[in-house]
């Protein structure tokens, strides 16, 4: 089945690392991605990696992926007040034509304090 | 600028009364979804078209309807809205360019049904 859990809340200071968890259940995932949801705005893409790479980095963000276990994370180094926002964490299933669709997990909500 | 508006961004309605909520895309999409998000429930699909008169049932197609007469748009019609469609709505529109996947999400809009 398709299922992406997330915690729901991380609070971390600013200039401090945050590190945001994800788990996946379905191994026939292609790709993973990271969206942010700043307040009353809609989601935006971060970040994503392809199924057979272990680590991408990119600029203060770096997703790491432990396929085995299914468990994807994403580091925000050095964190700001404005990354303060709602992280989702998305699988895509297969490769084919029309597997567009996304499974989104619940959203970590990330608290940044000054 | 590639964009996906919609339209209105808030409403407030009441039981019973048809409304539709309008999405318009730029970037020439073939795949576009129409998602809600509820507090602790995260994004969920209600429906789908992966083109011009073609649309799926998501996750939560109950009480929802759509059309897809044109590329460029994909409204949301809530025919009798009822209180627990009261929720936040993102339309989404998707490159299926590259075999990554990008959503590009609207700004939201906030449905509250009396």
């Known amino acids: 089945g398709e299922d992406v859990e997330q915690s729901l809340f991380l609070s971390v200071r600013e200039g401090d690392s945050s590190v945001i968890n994800c788990t996946y259940t379905?191994?026939?995932?292609?790709?993973l991605y990271w969206y942010k949801q700043e307040p009353g705005a809609g989601l935006q893409l971060l970040t994503y990696?392809?199924?057979?790479?272990d680590m991408k980095q990119d600029q203060r963000l770096t997703v790491l992926l432990n396929k085995k276990d299914k468990h994807l994370s994403l580091r925000i180094a050095d964190t700001q007040t404005g990354d303060s926002a709602i992280y989702f964490c998305a699988e895509k299933l297969g490769s084919g034509a029309g597997s567009y669709q996304l499974t989104f997990g619940k959203g970590t909500k990330l608290s940044v304090i000054p | 600028e590639a964009q996906v508006t919609q339209n209105p961004r808030y409403l407030i309605t009441v039981t019973g009364k048809k409304l539709t909520v309008t999405c318009s895309q730029n970037m020439n999409h073939e795949y576009m979804s129409w998602y809600r998000q509820d507090p602790g429930l995260g994004l969920r699909q209600i429906y789908y078209?992966?083109?011009?008169?073609?649309?799926d049932k998501g996750d939560v197609p109950e009480g929802y309807k759509v059309s897809r007469k044109e590329k460029r748009n994909f409204p949301l019609i809530l025919e009798s809205p009822s209180p627990n469609q009261t929720s936040l709505y993102f339309c989404?529109?998707?490159?299926?360019?590259?075999?990554?996947?990008?959503?590009?999400f609207g700004p939201g809009t906030r449905l509250t049904v009396l």
């Open positions: 379905d191994s026939s995932s292609t790709y």
């Open positions: 990696i392809f199924s057979n790479m």
């Open positions: 989404a529109s998707t490159s299926t360019s590259g075999r990554a996947v990008e959503q590009f």
């Open positions: 078209s992966m083109n011009v008169e073609v649309t």
